[in-house]
């Protein structure tokens, strides 16, 4: 099995780095099917094979790769999750948790979003989208082969890419997750947050964009029990205008935020668009700092790992975190393995899958582990060798034996 059809942006660092590890391994470049052209209806996963015909192994491997970084395909999403997107594209059977959409926009309004570096256009109504594209691209894949040889599943990933569903999943399986405050439907607006906050007496929180990534829409929120005083540390930013609607933006390095005006409207914002929220567990401490641990796992084994150290309650190593080693960091060898086998764990309650990044917490003192996030795109990791592999050579070296995809 050599043939790969590879679904994400052309010279995205991502699909460079994985034609780079296959021509180090001596396989075929992967044929590359860009988003943008799906989204656009000038090529498909059957246009390929028709156009390859047997010059193609049955089934290819198949793998889905992050759509971001690319603002025609996050407009071209948005309008696909519009309320009046073609009919034929809409299957929202992958949309499992709150189906509503705050203040939807049309197809034509998507189509003519312009791009505004960092800003944050419409999340629920674009990952709608997405799901909508996995569904099609599932359905279209068992069209063409009776089981299609995905490295993870079109379902899973829109499983993963929701943190609300993951978090049901883990529970459901056992798996140590920090204590959700309640169901998503509970916590509508800021007012009902800080009642719940009251009621079950936990004052300090993670607010997360259910469907965000790298940090994207994350708040670390906490309030004093006594004085009611309030802060928020977050990469979300907010500029008002009299007579437009305010725009939210990724400012990409963190800021804190204590007045209740400005906390009310970004955490309303967050809610509007379908969060997690989930109890702040201190992290394990290396020197004056604090770390987690990004721990990828391939064909249920973990292999590369690294610690994210960091002097702020949020790790993203694009917000200045430094990048160490478990063995820099003085972890135990029996901690690294309960990392290693939390990770795997993980991994399993996505049977359909072979690749993830599980960014896991040690909780301080007791270092007990935590599963904060499931990452499907969660492989981009710079300087990290296992087994004298970067991370798309081992992932491409896996996938060569059958059995393990």
């Known amino acids: 099995m ?7 942006n052309s010279e995205n660092r991502r699909t460079t780095g994985l034609q780079a590890a296959r021509a180090r391994l001596g396989l075929p470049p992967a044929l590359v099917l860009d988003y943008i052209d799906v989204l656009q209806g000038k090529a498909s996963l059957t246009s390929i094979t028709q156009t390859l015909g047997r010059a193609m192994d049955e089934p290819p491997l198949l793998r889905l790769d992050a759509p971001g970084e690319h603002f025609e395909v996050e407009r071209e999403l948005i309008a696909l999750g519009a309320p009046d997107a073609e009919a034929a594209h809409i299957d929202d059977r992958w949309v499992r948790c709150d189906q509503s959409i705050v203040q939807p926009i049309s197809v034509r309004m998507a189509q003519g979003l312009q791009e505004i570096k960092g800003k944050l256009y419409h999340p629920s109504q674009w990952f709608r989208g997405y799901c909508r594209l ?12 009776d089981t299609p040889r995905w490295m993870n599943a079109p379902q899973d990933i829109a499983a993963m890419f929701d943190k609300r569903v993951t978090h049901r999943l883990l529970s459901s399986a056992g798996l140590p997750v ?18 719940m906050m009251r009621h079950e007496r936990t004052y300090r929180l993670f607010i997360k964009l259910a469907a965000g990534s790298g940090a994207c829409g994350v708040i ?32 990409k390095k963190l800021a804190i935020y204590k007045e209740r005006q400005v906390l009310r409207q970004i955490i309303n914002w967050l809610l509007g668009h379908g969060a997690h929220v989930e109890q702040w567990i201190p992290k394990a401490s290396y020197g004056d700092r604090t770390f987690d641990i990004r721990q990828l796992v391939v064909a249920g084994k973990a292999c590369h790992s690294l610690a994210r150290v960091s002097r702020t309650p949020i790790t993203n190593l694009h917000l200045d975190s430094d990048r160490r080693t478990l063995a820099e960091i003085g972890l135990p060898d029996e901690l690294q393995a309960a990392v290693r086998q939390c990770a795997e764990r993980t991994l399993s309650v996505f049977p359909r899958s072979t690749v993830a990044g599980i960014d896991v917490l040690l909780s301080s003192g007791s270092y007990r582990p935590y599963v904060l996030d499931v990452n499907p795109f969660g492989d981009l990791l710079y300087h990290s060798h296992y087994e004298g592999h970067d991370p798309y050579e081992w992932e491409m070296k896996m996938a060569s034996h059958p059995s393990t995809i």
């Open 2 to 8: 050599r043939s790969m059809i590879l679904i994400g």
């Open 220 to 251: 670390a929120y906490q309030v004093n029990p006594a004085t009611g005083a309030e802060s928020a540390v977050t990469t979300i930013g907010v500029e008002n205008y009299i007579a437009r609607p305010p725009l939210f933006y990724n400012v």
């Open 134 to 145: 996995l569904s099609r691209l599932d359905r279209e894949a068992v069209q063409l082969w």
């Open 178 to 195: 920090p204590r959700r405050l309640a169901p998503p439907e509970a916590i509508p607006d800021y007012d009902t947050l800080r009642d």
